[in-house]
């Protein structure tokens, strides 16, 4: 038995930073891809002091479908994780 | 040995430790959420609570872990049992009197280690499975929790630059509240299982299970309700420390930190690591500020914080060992029934000491002054 469970460390770190980085990373694609378009464009060119604006959907439609697309990704990652941990977390007892 | 009167009073006093895990863990999950504005505070407390107790349905390794792994159960009485749960209420107490989030788990383990220790000696600490399952994953979690946090940070930056600073803030704080209730599922899942763990450790040492058993239903029930209303009533001054006390936090940080210590938790409690919610919570909202240029840390409020993690195993292991010396010197039933009287009279006294300096949902989010308890004049700050 050693001291440190080698392979469960990297597991934690590869995946913590797949799921814990690369998910909201995704979701901030999603985002940007909102922001595509016309309005979020105007509001910059008109002028307006950007921190006052809180314009987010741009109006573009593949912008929206790609978010979309993003969001539901990520839910998707949520949900079959939850299930995995379901799983994996009720094992039989031990004899 | 079956006593059954012990056995009531000893699961009554670790639900009452899950109920303050419960409070004063509130913050792990929706302290940056509270402190960006993301969430009204009661709202937040509200959902959390939900989610807590959803999430203590969701996995069983931990318990386990805390069941058979860090004391040889042959040598475990209730009366250990009790002294070392009253050791963990009391350094969660006092921690939260002083706004300190330190960890609920190290103070329950360390406090049942003292009372074994002080019980049957050295040897029936299985000093291999507390150093692998709980001190080493202690002081990796938070850094992997920070590192994480700070590649988060710097990626939703980068790739929302060209966003405006409203637009981005509005985006963020809605991703925010999604990746907050993932940590409160994630804080559900590993803190309510270390309560069904002693619960079952207890059962065992009467003889009610065999040793190696799963916990029951009914304490899975018990406890999942147990730290949903403590996460409910809401540790607003471990809250206030963590949302303002750290770091000065925006809404991407506070999504980046979120996930971060969400998935860390997760992956952990899958492992049957019993770690801190709270040494995670706190490393990603020190590498969220570490990956974003401009950001400070407060490294005078993570310096203290450290020093209580350090002293928290051992500090509640000293109390456990108390608790079990006074119970064990009265002797029988009433020893036992003497030391909860004792822990309900201490508790009392820190909540009444915590009035003095009331932090609730209005001041939660005031202007950080050095301090846990708010100036005396937080009105506008609150309001707002």
């Known amino acids: 038995m050693s001291w440190i469970n080698l392979t469960a460390l990297w597991k934690i770190i590869v995946f913590g930073l797949i799921a814990g980085a690369g998910l909201p990373a995704l979701f901030a694609g999603g985002l940007y891809a909102l922001s595509l378009g016309p309005k979020t464009a105007r509001t910059a060119t008109a002028g307006v002091d950007d921190g006052d604006s809180d314009v987010l959907v741009g109006g573009s439609v593949v912008g929206m479908v790609l978010a979309a697309i993003a969001f539901l990704v990520i839910l998707a990652a949520i949900g079959w994780s939850v299930y995995e941990i379901y799983t994996l977390g009720h094992p039989a007892p031990k004899k | ?384």
Request: glycine residues 12%; charged residues 10%.
């Open chain 2, 1 to 384: 040995m079956s006593n059954d009167t012990v056995l009531v009073l000893v699961v009554i006093t670790a639900l009452a430790f899950d109920f303050t895990n419960g409070f004063h863990d509130t913050g792990n999950a929706m302290a940056t959420s509270i402190a960006t504005g993301a969430l009204p505070p009661r709202v937040a407390v509200a959902i959390s609570g939900v989610l807590n107790f959803v999430g203590a349905f969701l996995s069983l390794a931990v318990a386990a872990t805390i069941a058979s792994g860090l004391v040889a159960t042959g040598d475990v009485t209730l009366t250990v049992v009790a002294a070392g749960l009253a050791g963990g209420i009391i350094w969660n107490l006092l921690t939260w009197l002083f706004g300190i989030p330190s960890s609920s788990s190290h103070a329950l383990i360390g406090g049942v280690i003292g009372s074994t220790m002080a019980a049957a000696g050295g040897s029936a600490v299985l000093w291999h499975g507390l150093v692998s399952k709980v001190v080493l994953p202690a002081v990796l979690s938070p850094v992997i929790a920070a590192l994480v946090a700070a590649c988060g940070t710097w990626l939703l930056y980068r790739i929302t630059r060209s966003l405006t600073e409203g637009g981005r803030r509005h985006g963020f704080r809605i991703g925010q509240i999604g990746s907050a209730c993932v940590v409160s599922l994630a804080h559900g899942t590993n803190d309510a299982q270390k309560t069904m763990g002693v619960i079952t450790l207890a059962l065992i040492a009467n003889g009610t299970l065999t040793a190696g058993s799963n916990a029951p239903v009914w304490v899975i029930v018990c406890c999942a309700l147990a730290i949903s209303i403590g996460t409910y009533l809401g540790g607003w001054r471990v809250i206030r420390t963590l949302g303002k006390g750290l770091v000065e936090i925006e809404s991407p940080q506070g999504m980046a930190a979120e996930s971060a210590s969400a998935a860390v938790i997760l992956l952990s409690s899958t492992f049957g690591y019993s770690l801190s919610t709270t040494h995670v919570a706190t490393g990603s909202i020190i590498g969220t500020g570490l990956g974003k240029k401009g950001a400070d840390v407060r490294w005078s409020v993570a310096g203290r914080m450290a020093t209580a993690w350090v002293f928290t195993l051992p500090s509640a292991a000293i109390v456990g060992a108390i608790s079990y010396g006074i119970a064990y010197g009265v002797g029988g039933t009433f020893g036992v029934i003497l030391v909860l009287i004792l822990l309900a009279a201490l508790s009392g006294f820190i909540y009444w000491r915590s009035r003095a300096t009331k932090v609730d949902h209005n001041n939660v989010n005031s202007e950080w002054t050095g301090g846990v308890s708010p100036d005396k004049v937080p009105v506008e700050t609150a309001a707002a």
